[in-house]
């Protein structure tokens, strides 16, 4: 039997980080079934992925050259199946997914795609680009969306979001039998699910992988929300280092502080946009059916679920005022916890350097 080889293309926000730290953490039990998660420098494809789609990431992008033949390489070496993850490679144009299928010629190349419901989706990309430094009001956004075309897309959402045009770009040519579609579960189904039902697609005892991950953080409510969108708009030209922002505000902040801080409000899309996204569900769920690929998990699970009558739907762009100061007094006291104990204050420093002449 051919060696197989699982590409999972993404979707992002589809589960795909909790997916990529479980592997990572049950990678030895995975090899005693047969399966090789590759190991890199950085433990995970990311870095791979993006070389192989050539897309400009900050200051990641020439950090990258390479790591895709590297993992192409580390790959090779596996006595058995192997298993690729990383969300950006939903990305991939046409010539990037041929250098991609010739790498692992002749085996047996079978795609993974996590799907999600677009409902959950939209709010979840928006505030993953405010703890990427974005400033891009949700409106904005929800219109972008909704007015972008869906196939052969020039809006990155699409591009990475799309799942009969992803489906489309990687699977051209492969029998439907080695295209996968996970369906992510509801919010409010039990915590392993998802993993089972990766595992079912790529074919290991998901019993005896069974280390598990922490939880995530909570997500960011509409005034956690408004909080990093104005600060990235006041931070914006101040040229903040990468790592500082990453510590101070994407992890202490947007991570940490603000899902936690004050009333939580999610951030759901407006009523007068969901038909919108069940027209596009429609269309998704049918094609998937259409196309015949293995799909693990119900497709009404990417139905979108509307928020239940008790539901007051406040604008993302315009929270309660009170809610956003609450949420930007407990930032602030965040920040100060964190550097009091590096401070040195200016008096300080005259003594030190008084004592020392």
Known sequence: MARRVFLHLGVPRSGTASLQDRL?????????????????????????????????????????????????????????????????????GPAQIADAMAAFAPDEVHLVLTVRDLARQIPAEWLERLRQRGQRPFKKHMNEIAQSRRSSPELWFWRVQSVPDILTRWGNGL??????????????????????????????????????VPRGPDPLGVAGAAVLRRLNRELAGRHVPAEVYADLVRELLAHETLPGAGTFVPVVIPEARWRFVE??????????EGAGVDVVGPLDDLRPRPPGPEHVWVHPDNPPSDQVAEAAIASLAAVITRVAPTYSSPLRRLAARVLRS
């Open 175 to 212: 029998p439907p039998d080695r295209v996968h579609v996970v369906v992510v579960p509801p919010a409010d189904a039990p915590r392993e699910e998802l993993w089972r039902r990766f595992a079912t697609a790529v074919g290991f005892d998901p019993d005896r992988a069974s280390e598990e």
């Open 24 to 92: 990572a953490l049950n990678r030895d039990a995975l090899a005693k079934q047969g399966l090789t998660y590759p190991n890199t420098r950085t433990g995970d494809h990311f870095e791979a992925a993006l070389d192989l789609i050539d897309e400009r990431w900050a200051s990641q992008r020439e950090a990258a050259r390479g790591q895709w033949a590297s993992l192409v390489a580390e790959a090779r070496k596996a006595p058995g199946d192997v298993l690729i993850s990383s969300e950006i490679l939903a990305a991939a």
């Open 279 to 288: 027209r596009v569900t429609e269309e998704w769920t049918d094609w998937i």
